[in-house]
């Protein structure tokens, strides 16, 4: 037996069910609609393959070259450089992440007085190793 009520208790708050639809889907639910997305994703993936690294200016004198050629150079150490190869599940063109790869290298063999570098072994996932070199002055 209930003596007194303290107001109505609903999950719609006096709303009606289809009232509630109606206001979520005015106001939640305002999405853009799909073509203005999808022509977006289109249009943005070229620019998601581009590379944005720039090559520094010390990075420009730094060389690529094989072991063989560097047999009388000053080694200097080791740089790993990594890169994303895939954008979501979309695989990056190998070319393009071997030319980001190299150009991080260079700026990183730079940073390190060096003028050449030689990669240790293939590009595995977005990720290789370089030998870093300096041929001209030992």
């Known amino acids: 037996m209930m003596l007194f009520r303290l107001g109505r208790v609903s999950r719609y708050n006096g ?3 289809w009232q509630v639809n109606t206001i979520y889907r005015r106001l939640v639910m305002q999405t853009v609609p799909f073509r203005r997305v999808f022509l977006t994703l289109v249009l943005a993936a070229p620019l998601a393959a581009c590379s944005f690294v720039e090559l520094n200016p010390g990075g420009e004198k730094v060389r690529v070259l094989s072991l063989a050629e560097v047999g009388r150079c000053t080694s200097l ?3 790993n450089s990594n890169t994303k190869a ?3 599940f979309i695989a990056r063109g ?5 030319e980001e790869i190299y150009t991080l290298s260079r700026n990183s063999a730079a ?3 060096g003028d050449t570098i030689v990669p240790l072994g293939p590009l595995i996932d977005g990720e290789q190793g370089f030998n870093v070199y300096r041929c001209i002055n030992p």
Do not use: Y
């Not at 190998?94 to 071997?98: A, Y």
């Open 94 to 98: 190998k070319e393009s992440v071997q």
């Open 77 to 79: 150490g080791r740089v």
């Open 86 to 88: 895939t954008l979501g």
């Open 111 to 113: 940073a390190m007085n």
């Open 15 to 17: 709303r009606k069910p």
